[in-house]
C-alpha cells in the first residue's frame, strides 16, 4: 500500500479512465518479425518513425523534467524488458505532468505514462502492469497489424492515427469512432481488431510481470482501481476500443493465479518518486501547516521517512530551507545505517544540495553534487543537478568539462541545453549555437535547429572539422524532414 498519508490534499481531476495504446508483448504468442505485419512496417522503419515521434512529444508535450522521475522511471521500464534482450525496437519511457489515469504508446516503443497514473498507484508492481501493458503492445507488432488491414500505408496515415490515440485520451467513450474516419462496418471492424488488441495484451503482460519477477496480480489491484475511478459498469463494450474493465479484471485474475513465487510489490525508489511528484500537485503552503513533523518517529515506519522527506520537498518550495536543511540531514544520517534504504538516499542528498544551494550555501551543495558524481558517474540526473549547480556558481568551464564527454555518446536534451547554456556564458557562441540547434533538433524544432546550425557555423573560427561536423548535422536534418525515408 503507498505509504504517503497525504494524499488527501492533491489536486486531482480525473476526467479520464482509459489506457490508449497502439502496439505490441512478451516471449510467449508473440507475432514472428517475419509474419505479414512486417511487409507493412518493418521493426527498421518503426524505429525511425518512433524517433520522429519521440522528438515532438518532447516539443509539444508537458512532459515531467525531473531527472529522478525520469530515471526512475526508465530503470523501471529497462527492468521489463530484461528477459527480451535481442529486441530491435528502441523504447523509450516518459512521464507527463497530467493527473488524469493514462498511458499510451506509439510506434518504435515509446511509451508514456501520465502522473496520475503515479498518483493513484499504491505500488511499483501496479506501476509495472501500466507499463508491461504498453510494452505487451509494442512486441506484439500491434500497429503494424493494424496497417495490414488498411489499404494506404504512408506517414500521412501513420499521425493520423497517432492523432486519433491522442484525442481519444480525452474521449475514452467514442476513441473507436475517432481512430478510423470511415463509417459502419469497416469502423466497426477497426474497433473490434483494437478490442481484441487490448485482451492479447492483457494476456502477455502477466508473461512480462512475471519474467521480470515482479506480482502480477497487481494488474489486477490496478484494474480495480480503474473500475473505481471510472464506474463503467453497464456500458456497451461494441463501442469501446478496450475491453470493459469488470471483465479485464475476472480474466487478469485467472491468468495471474496461475503464476507461483516469491515476487517483489514494491520498492522505496517507488515511493520516493511517488512522493516527488505528490508534492509537484498539492497545495504545499496547506500541508506545511498541517504536516506535524517529528524526527524521533523514523525508526517506528518507513512511512515516517517518506512522509518526512515530502515534507523537506514542500518546505525547499515555500522557501523554508533552513527547516527542509535540518530535516534532510536527518534523514540522511538515518539512512546512513538502514542497508534496504541505501538505494533511496540518493533523493535525499539530491534534496539537501539543492536545499543548500537555493539558501546560497553553495560550497555545502555542491560538495554533496561532487561526491555523488564522484560514486555515480554515469548517472544523468547527478549530472543534471550537478551542472545547474556549477552554472549558478558561474563555473562554466566545470559544466562543459563535466557534460561534454557525456553527451558524445548519451543524446540527453537537458543535459544538452545546459552545455549550450555554459558556451553562451563563456561567450563560445559558436558551441553554443551547435548545442542550442542539437537542442532543437531532438525536440523536433527542425527548422530552428537549422538556423542555430548556420549560426554556430558564421562564428566559428576553429577550422574546417567544425564547419563539417555542423553541415553533416543540417543534412541529418533535410533527410529527417522527407518522409520518404521513413516509410
Same mark, same amino acid.
Given at each position: ?307 518526512? =522527506?515530502?515534507? %523537506?520537498? *514542500?518546505? $525547499?518550495?515555500? &522557501?523554508?530551507? !533552513? +527547516?527542509?536543511? @535540518?530535516? #534532510? ?54 549530472? =543534471?543537478?550537478? %551542472?545547474? *549547480?556549477? $552554472?549558478?556558481? &558561474?563555473?562554466? !568551464? +566545470?559544466?562543459? @568539462?563535466? #557534460? ?54 558564421? =562564428? ?12 553533416? +548535422? ?14
Amino acid at each position: 500500500m503507498k505509504v504517503i498519508i497525504f494524499t488527501g490534499i492533491l489536486a486531482i481531476s480525473i476526467s479520464c479512465i482509459n489506457i490508449v495504446s497502439l502496439s505490441y508483448s512478451h516471449d510467449v504468442l508473440i507475432p514472428d518479425i517475419g509474419d505479414t505485419s512486417s511487409r507493412y512496417m518493418s521493426i527498421s522503419q518503426e524505429n525511425k518513425l518512433g524517433g520522429l515521434i519521440y522528438s515532438q512529444i518532447l516539443g509539444s508535450f508537458n512532459l515531467v523534467t525531473d531527472p529522478l522521475v525520469n530515471n526512475y522511471i526508465q530503470i523501471l521500464g529497462n527492468r521489463l524488458l530484461m528477459s527480451d534482450y535481442n529486441s530491435q525496437i528502441k523504447y523509450k519511457f516518459l512521464v507527463t505532468n497530467d493527473p488524469t489515469i493514462n498511458a499510451f504508446v506509439t510506434p518504435g516503443g515509446i511509451i508514456v505514462i501520465n502522473s496520475g497514473v503515479i498518483l493513484k498507484t499504491k505500488t511499483e508492481a501496479e506501476l509495472a502492469s501500466v507499463i508491461a501493458h504498453e510494452i505487451a503492445h509494442v512486441k506484439a507488432r500491434h500497429l503494424s497489424r493494424m496497417y495490414e488491414q488498411s489499404s494506404q500505408v504512408n506517414i500521412t496515415t501513420a499521425l493520423s492515427v497517432l492523432a486519433a490515440i491522442f484525442a481519444g485520451m480525452y474521449d475514452s467513450e467514442n476513441i473507436g469512432k475517432a481512430v478510423i474516419g470511415t463509417q459502419n462496418v469497416q469502423a466497426q471492424e477497426q474497433v473490434t481488431f483494437m478490442r481484441e488488441n487490448e485482451k492479447e495484451a492483457d494476456r502477455l503482460s502477466i508473461n512480462i510481470l512475471v519474467a521480470a519477477n515482479i506480482n502480477p496480480n497487481a494488474m489486477v489491484d490496478f484494474f480495480e482501481t480503474l473500475l473505481r475511478e471510472n464506474n463503467d459498469s453497464g456500458a456497451l463494450e461494441f463501442m469501446r476500443t478496450h475491453p470493459i474493465t469488470k471483465n479485464r479484471i475476472i480474466e487478469t485474475k485467472n491468468l495471474a493465479s496461475k503464476y507461483k513465487g516469491n515476487f517483489t510489490n514494491d520498492s522505496f525508489a517507488y515511493q520516493f518518486v511517488s512522493a516527488r511528484i505528490a508534492v509537484n500537485n498539492m497545495d504545499t503552503r496547506k500541508f506545511v501547516k498541517d504536516y506535524i513533523y517529528s524526527e524521533d518517529n523514523l525508526d517506528n515506519s518507513s512511512h515516517n521517512v517518506i512522509n518526512n =522527506y515530502a515534507y %523537506s520537498l *514542500a518546505l $525547499i518550495k515555500q &522557501k523554508k530551507f !533552513k +527547516k527542509a536543511i @535540518n530535516i #534532510l540531514i536527518s534523514l540522511s544520517k538515518f539512512l546512513e545505517n538502514k542497508d534496504k534504504l541505501y538505494t533511496v538516499k540518493k533523493f535525499v542528498l539530491i534534496a539537501l544540495a539543492d536545499a543548500y544551494i537555493k539558501n546560497n550555501e553553495r560550497i555545502e551543495g555542491l560538495s554533496i553534487l561532487e561526491d555523488l558524481n564522484n560514486i555515480y558517474p554515469t548517472d544523468n540526473s547527478i549530472l =543534471y543537478y550537478l %551542472s545547474n *549547480a556549477y $552554472i549558478v556558481n &558561474k563555473d562554466y !568551464k +566545470k559544466t562543459l @568539462n563535466l #557534460l561534454l564527454p557525456y553527451i558524445v555518446e548519451h543524446k540527453d536534451h537537458r543535459l544538452i541545453l545546459k552545455v549550450s547554456e555554459a558556451a553562451y556564458k563563456l561567450n563560445e557562441k559558436s558551441l553554443g549555437h551547435e548545442y542550442r540547434g542539437d537542442y532543437l533538433k531532438i525536440i523536433g524544432s527542425f527548422n530552428s535547429a537549422i538556423k542555430f546550425y548556420k549560426l554556430a557555423a558564421k =562564428y566559428n573560427n576553429k577550422g574546417t572539422t567544425v564547419n563539417k561536423r555542423i553541415k553533416s +548535422k543540417i543534412k541529418e536534418i533535410e533527410k529527417l524532414q522527407d518522409t520518404k525515408e521513413i516509410l
